[in-house]
C-alpha cells in the first residue's frame, strides 16, 4: 500500500491497484479526478433513490459541464435491492445502452449500491472499469475498499458474487452531513471493528471523540482523519490477502452472528453496522469465557458501543435459527464456523470448533442483557 499524496491512498495486489482519493467536498471534484484518470468519457452510474434525490441531479450536472456523458439508473433503496434480480436490472441497461468496455460504472451511494454495481462491473464484457463513490460512514470505511462484490441469497448474506477491485474510490465524508442517524452511526461498528482487531490507539481515540462523534458535532478535520485510516487499515490487509485465504478474515469480526442475525430477520429489522455491533458483543462474550479477552476489554467495547448510539443486545430470537444460518455463511469451512475473537484490544485471531454451548450461552446473555 502506498501513500500517493495526502488525501489518496493505493492498494496493489496481483496485478490491479485501486487508488482511493479522501477529501472534503471530493464529489465537486469529479470531473477533475475522472479527467485525470483518462477514462471515456461516456459512463454509466448506478444510485438508489435515497441517495438520487440528494446527489444524482448535482452529479449530473457537474459532469456534463464538464463534458462527459453520464448515463443514469436509479433503483430501490435498502437491502431488498442487494439482489440477482437488480443485478441483471443493471446489466440488462448496459447491454440496451451498449456500454463498452473501457466505459466505466460508478456506485453513487451506500453499501447496497456499492455491493450491486460492483458485481455488475465484474460481470459485464468480464469486467469493465468500477468507480465507487461511497456515501455513507460505513461504505466509505469499509464495503467501498477491498473489491468485495456481490448479492445476497434467500438464504445467506454475500453467499453469490466476486472480488473485483475498483479503478477508483472517491471519498467525501462531507456526504456524511445529509445522513439519517441511524445510517451515520451503524457505520461507526465498523470503525470500532477496526479499533478492536488492528489498531489500539484507533479505540482509545474512539473512546477520547465518542460523545462529539455520537452527536456530529465532530470537527471535520478529525472525522476526515479517522475515516483515512481505516482505509489504510483494511488497504494494508487486502493488499497481502486479497482473497481471503488468511489475515483478510479477521475484518469478519463480529460478522458471523450479525450476518446470521440480519439473514434471520429478512434483512429489514436490523441494519449492517447494527447487527455487526451485536454480533461484536457476542464474539466477545465467546472470547471472554475462553479466556482469550479480559472482562475489561469487554466492557470497554461494549461502552463505546453504547456511546457510538449503536445497540448491543438484542431478544426473541430463536437461537437454534441462528446457528443454522452461521452453517450457512461463506465463512464456514469444512463445515466448521469460523470465528474471529479478540485477545486484546488491538489485536485478535481466528478460531475454529468453538463449542455449540458456548456460542449459545453468548447468544443467551446478548438476548438477556438490558
Same mark, same amino acid.
Given at each position: 500500500? *502506498?501513500?500517493?499524496?495526502?488525501?489518496?491512498?493505493?492498494? #496493489?495486489?496481483?496485478?490491479?491497484?485501486?487508488?482511493?482519493?479522501?477529501?472534503?467536498?471530493? @464529489?465537486?471534484?469529479?470531473?477533475?479526478?475522472?479527467?485525470?484518470?483518462?477514462?471515456?468519457?461516456?459512463?454509466?452510474?448506478?444510485?438508489?433513490?435515497?441517495?438520487?434525490?440528494?446527489?444524482?441531479?448535482?452529479?449530473?450536472?457537474?459532469?456534463?459541464?464538464?463534458?462527459?456523458?453520464? %448515463?443514469? +439508473?436509479?433503483?430501490?433503496?435498502?437491502?431488498?435491492? #442487494? &439482489?440477482?434480480?437488480?443485478?441483471?436490472?443493471?446489466?440488462?441497461?448496459?447491454?440496451?445502452?451498449?456500454?463498452?468496455?473501457?466505459?466505466?460504472?460508478?456506485?453513487?451511494?451506500?453499501?447496497?449500491?456499492?455491493?450491486?454495481?460492483?458485481?455488475?462491473?465484474?460481470?459485464?464484457?468480464?469486467?469493465?472499469? +468500477?468507480?465507487?463513490i461511497p456515501t455513507t460512514l460505513l461504505a466509505q470505511v469499509d464495503s467501498a475498499i477491498g473489491g468485495k462484490t456481490g448479492v445476497n441469497h434467500p438464504k445467506g448474506k454475500n453467499l453469490i458474487g466476486a472480488i473485483y477491485q475498483p479503478r477508483l474510490i472517491i471519498v467525501d465524508p462531507a456526504c456524511l452531513l445529509t445522513l439519517p442517524d441511524r445510517v451515520y452511526r451503524e457505520g461507526?461498528?465498523?470503525?470500532?471493528?477496526?479499533?478492536?482487531?488492528?489498531?489500539?490507539?484507533?479505540?482509545?481515540?474512539?473512546?477520547?471523540?465518542?460523545?462529539?462523534?455520537?452527536?456530529?458535532?465532530?470537527?471535520?478535520?478529525? @472525522?476526515?482523519?479517522?475515516?483515512?485510516?481505516?482505509?489504510?487499515?483494511?488497504?494494508? /490487509?487486502? &493488499?497481502?490477502?486479497?482473497?481471503?485465504?488468511?489475515?483478510?478474515?479477521?475484518?469478519?469480526? =463480529?460478522?458471523?452472528?450479525?450476518?446470521?442475525?440480519?439473514?434471520?430477520?429478512?434483512?429489514?429489522?436490523? $441494519?449492517?453496522? *447494527?447487527?455487526?455491533?451485536? =454480533?461484536?458483543?457476542?464474539?466477545?462474550?465467546?472470547?471472554?469465557?475462553?479466556?482469550? $479477552?479480559?472482562?475489561?476489554?469487554?466492557?470497554?467495547?461494549?461502552?463505546?458501543?453504547?456511546?457510538?448510539?449503536?445497540?448491543?443486545?438484542? &431478544?426473541?430470537?430463536?437461537? *437454534?435459527? @441462528?446457528?443454522?444460518?452461521?452453517?450457512?455463511?461463506? #465463512?464456514?469451512?469444512?463445515?466448521?464456523?469460523?470465528?474471529?475473537?479478540?485477545?486484546?484490544?488491538?489485536?485478535?485471531?481466528?478460531?475454529?470448533?468453538?463449542?455449540?454451548?458456548? /456460542?449459545?450461552?453468548?447468544? %443467551?446473555?446478548?438476548?438477556?442483557?438490558?
Open positions: 500500500m *502506498e501513500v500517493n499524496a495526502a488525501g489518496a491512498l493505493t492498494l #496493489k495486489s496481483g496485478t490491479t491497484s485501486s487508488q482511493a482519493i479522501i477529501a472534503w467536498g471530493g @464529489l465537486q471534484r469529479l470531473p477533475e479526478i475522472l479527467h485525470a484518470s483518462g477514462l471515456p468519457h461516456r459512463l454509466f452510474i448506478v444510485t438508489d433513490a435515497n441517495v438520487g434525490e440528494l446527489y444524482a441531479g448535482l452529479t449530473l450536472d457537474t459532469l456534463q459541464q464538464a463534458s462527459f456523458a453520464p %448515463n443514469l +439508473l436509479t433503483i430501490p433503496a435498502g437491502e431488498s435491492s #442487494k &439482489s440477482l434480480l437488480y443485478w441483471q436490472q443493471i446489466l440488462d441497461w448496459l447491454v440496451e445502452n451498449k456500454a463498452e468496455r473501457q466505459e466505466p460504472l460508478l456506485a453513487l451511494g451506500g453499501g447496497v449500491v456499492g455491493d450491486l454495481t460492483g458485481f455488475a462491473a465484474a460481470s459485464y464484457h468480464r469486467g469493465i472499469p +468500477l468507480i465507487q461507526w461498528a465498523e470503525i470500532v471493528k477496526y479499533g478492536m482487531i488492528l489498531d489500539a490507539e484507533l479505540f482509545e481515540l474512539l473512546e477520547t471523540h465518542a460523545a462529539s462523534l455520537y452527536a456530529r458535532k465532530g470537527d471535520p478535520a478529525l @472525522l476526515t482523519r479517522i475515516i483515512s485510516r481505516c482505509i489504510q487499515l483494511k488497504m494494508d /490487509v487486502v &493488499s497481502s490477502d486479497e482473497r481471503e485465504t488468511g489475515l483478510r478474515t479477521i475484518l469478519n469480526y =463480529g460478522h458471523t452472528f450479525g450476518h446470521a442475525l440480519e439473514a434471520l430477520t429478512d434483512y429489514g429489522a436490523w $441494519l449492517h453496522g *447494527e447487527a455487526v455491533s451485536i =454480533g461484536m458483543e457476542v464474539a466477545a462474550h465467546i472470547a471472554v469465557s475462553k479466556g482469550l $479477552l479480559s472482562p475489561g476489554d469487554a466492557l470497554r467495547q461494549r461502552r463505546l458501543l453504547q456511546a457510538l448510539g449503536l445497540p448491543t443486545h438484542c &431478544s426473541g430470537l430463536d437461537i *437454534e435459527a @441462528l446457528l443454522i444460518a452461521m452453517q450457512r455463511d461463506k #465463512k464456514v469451512q469444512s463445515g466448521r464456523v469460523r470465528w474471529v475473537l479478540p485477545t486484546h484490544i488491538g489485536h485478535a485471531a481466528i478460531y475454529h470448533d468453538i463449542p455449540l454451548d458456548t /456460542v449459545r450461552n453468548a447468544i %443467551n446473555t446478548v438476548q438477556a442483557v438490558q
